[in-house]
């Protein structure tokens, strides 16, 4: 069986997540209907990254194997006509190889976080943004979030839920930029625990309204202990920007 590689973007806004569930429509199932629709023997998608509910993606990565060879560009125009009117868009298809697995095989995933630092209330962004009223010191942020990089045990910044066996990962960059009324959060690691990037920012904006020092942030790092982490961002902040292979 044929084997692709597809890009997806999707708004996450009013989807259970990535993963299909039985509480609601996620972005999976979206796609996988979609690819019923084409071919009589769909295996399914398998995805990058296991977006949670309301996260958006501009580069999720998927794998999926088909019954019969599709030329990338037509299966591309046909997946997206048949998802429509869903928010979820297929960018790019490419052939893969056999042994490709979008999961499995990825060399590092890119997030952004995206906070709106003013007074007035969101309107365009009100799904796509964590709105924070109060003013941001993002280079105090920016110095604080260092502390995080490297290879460290992130059980602070995990969720209680999250079913990863180790709570050590290597985290390659955190860096909070501001642009104007935007404060810009980018994470890259190979593999993130679960809302480990939320709980970051979370964290991250302590620091940032004077609540915190950069050396309450790797106090709450060293303690290994969830009680310690500041507060989870909200979902409609967050989007996996791009995926490494």
Do not use: C
């Given at each position: 069986?044929?084997?692709?590689?597809?890009?997806?973007?999707?708004?996450?806004?009013g989807y259970v997540g990535w993963q299909r569930q039985a509480n609601g429509l996620s972005v999976q199932e979206v796609?996988?209907?979609a690819l019923a629709r084409l071919d009589p023997a769909p295996s399914g998608v398998r995805g990058a990254?296991?977006?949670?509910?309301?996260?958006?993606a501009s580069g999720q990565v998927g794998h999926v194997d088909l019954s019969r060879d599709?030329?990338?560009?037509?299966?591309?125009?046909?997946?997206?006509?048949?998802?429509r009117p869903e928010k979820v868009a297929i960018l790019l298809v490419e052939h893969a190889a056999e042994d490709f697995d979008a999961r499995f095989s990825a060399k590092a995933r890119h997030y952004l976080y995206r906070i709106v630092n003013r007074r007035a209330p969101l309107t365009f962004d009100s799904d796509r943004a964590w709105l924070v009223k109060r003013k941001l010191d993002a280079e105090a942020m920016h110095e604080a979030a260092q502390r995080l990089v490297g290879r460290h045990d992130f059980s602070t910044f995990r969720d209680s839920e999250c079913q990863a066996e180790n709570p050590v990962r290597t985290?390659?960059?955190l860096d909070v930029v501001r642009?104007?009324?935007?404060?810009h959060i980018f994470a890259s690691a190979r593999a993130f625990l679960h809302r480990q990037v939320r709980s970051m920012v979370g964290s991250l904006e302590h620091v940032g309204s004077g609540k915190w020092r950069a050396e309450d942030l790797r106090a709450a790092l060293d303690a290994r202990d969830r009680a310690r982490c500041g507060q989870v961002a909200p979902a409609a902040g967050l989007y996996l920007i791009r995926v490494d292979y």
């Open positions: 069986m044929p084997r692709y590689k597809v890009v997806i973007e999707y708004d996450g806004t796609i996988e209907s990254g296991r977006t949670d509910a309301g996260v958006h599709w030329r990338p560009n037509k299966l591309r125009e046909a997946l997206n006509a048949q998802m985290l390659d960059r642009k104007g009324d935007e404060i």
